[in-house]
């Protein structure tokens, strides 16, 4: 790893994994650009120069690496480096162009994509398939990021907002998921999108520049930055969703302006999220700031068009009893409720109740205790959000024959709301004022 605990001075080099184990991946192609000089290092051995436009091929070859080159000649190996000898001005672009890389790993928007990298790249074996890392300054990380996560049309002010998040989350570098693989991080969603320069726009190296080495700050720490695409209307605490203790910044909050804040609901009540979710607020996530049919310009490449502030859906009997089965090894004959049985102060189901009768006609319940896994649960890929009321329709007798699932937001709802940010910075907000909208209490400072 390249990326220390702490509050660093200078500009960090970040290690970023772009093929991870789990993608099961045994061939790799890149291609050498033809701006910039790079060199290829097999072993640790003397570094080779790479001609311009020429095509690497790496694959797994029994227990070792095996790197194919021009004129088909062809090496053994077990590390591979590639790096980039000099510097290049950050561009759309620029970079290895690495093909067919898992974007939106075990989500629904999960598809395969072709990437360029800035900085140089590391490949290994890792048991038996190949793992490869993308080294590269942490502020072209971020820029690369801020267009990854969502796109270069997005106002300077939303970017500038998504930057200094993003920066400050990787650097708190509180969960370091793939400490063990020897990377900060990975390219997606289950830390942060990062797509390299494939989406890099001059508003988003910009916007970097502009506020380059600053983050948020609590007390003196760095400010664990969480924040999904859509809140549905209300912020989520951290210890709703993650283990640990609460986060001052990270609160239950409405995404509202202070103008609309006459009464705060309380949507751990049942009652009160239905009133919630039937009667829309004017949040800056919802339509009356940004209309849903215009949101595709702004979002990310591997985002979904559709309804985010609200949407809706129904699963047949047969249909849900099958994806449960698969998903929770029920063993159901069917399914005959779905009861919320705690709600976080955002609307967000945070225990579920499935109660099912199984091949031997006893009757049972299943308990599912976070939002992870509620979302996980009741959608073929991924749950959009776990603020939901579920409603069972009946057709003539006791066992329902349709479940309709009404809900709002898309992800956890901590911290930082992409879209309400969007919209507040359409609204003409500055980056300053949505970041002490959604971290409230947070401080902002340049620390390099």
């Known amino acids: 790893m390249s990326l220390s605990a702490g509050i660093p001075s200078d500009e960090p080099i970040i290690d970023v994994g772009i093929v991870l184990p789990e993608d099961r991946q045994k061939r790799l192609r890149i291609e050498i650009p033809h701006e910039g000089d790079y060199a290829l290092q097999i072993d640790g051995n003397v570094a080779i120069a790479l001609q311009r436009g020429s095509m690497i091929e790496i694959q797994r070859n029994s227990n070792a690496l095996e790197i194919l080159l021009a004129q088909n000649k062809s090496q053994q190996a077990q590390r591979i480096e ?8 950050p561009n759309k672009g620029y970079g290895l162009l690495v093909r067919d890389v898992v974007a939106g790993r075990n989500f629904h928007w999960q598809k395969n994509i072709d990437v360029t990298l800035p900085g140089g790249l590391l490949c290994e074996m890792y048991q038996d398939v190949l793992m490869l890392i993308n080294r590269l300054p942490f502020e072209q990380y971020v820029m690369c990021v801020a267009t990854s996560e969502m796109s270069a049309e997005c106002p300077d002010a939303f970017l500038e907002a998504q930057t200094i998040t993003a920066r400050s989350w990787m650097l708190a570098n509180v969960e370091q998921k793939h400490r063990a693989l020897g990377m900060d991080v990975c390219n997606d969603d289950c830390c942060q999108r990062y797509q390299g320069s494939t989406f890099l726009s001059k508003q988003a190296v910009a916007a970097t520049s502009a506020t380059s080495g600053k983050v948020l700050l609590h007390g003196d720490l760095i400010c664990d930055a969480r924040y999904s695409k859509s809140c549905g209307g209300m912020m989520e605490a951290f210890e709703a969703v993650w283990p640990g203790k609460p986060h001052p910044y990270l609160q239950i909050k409405p995404d509202l302006p202070e103008t609309e804040l006459q009464h705060v609901p309380d949507l751990t009540s049942e009652s009160a ?3 919630w979710l039937a009667v829309p607020p004017k949040a800056y996530c919802s339509p009356h700031y940004i209309v849903e049919n215009e949101l595709k310009t702004y979002l990310g490449s591997v985002d979904e068009s559709g309804r985010y502030y609200r949407w809706s859906f129904s699963l047949i009997q047969k249909e849900i009893t099958k994806l449960l089965n698969e998903k929770l090894n029920l063993y159901a004959e069917h399914i005959e ?7 976080g102060g955002s609307g967000r189901v945070m225990q579920l109740a499935i109660v099912y009768v199984d091949r031997a006609q006893q009757q049972r319940t299943h308990l599912l205790d976070s939002e992870y896994a509620i ?6 890929h ?8 579920i409603e069972p329709k009946y057709k003539g007798g006791h066992v329902p024959d349709s479940f309709k699932i009404d809900g709002c937001g898309w992800g956890h709802g901590v911290g930082l709301c992409q879209i309400g940010g969007l919209g507040m910075a359409l609204a003409g907000e ?9 971290y409230p209490g947070s401080n902002l400072q340049k620390i390099y």
């Not at 409720?337 to 709600?343: D, G, N, W």
């Not at 991924?382 to 009321?389: D, E, K, M, P, Q």
């Open 273 to 275: 999220f239905q009133d």
């Open 430 to 438: 500055s980056a300053e004022n949505i970041l002490s909208h959604y």
């Open 375 to 380: 979302r996980a649960a009741l959608h073929p």
């Open 382 to 389: 991924f749950l959009y959000s776990s603020a939901i009321v």
């Open 82 to 89: 590639i790096g980039l000898q000099g510097e290049i001005a």
């Open 337 to 343: 409720a779905l009861h919320v049985r705690k709600r």
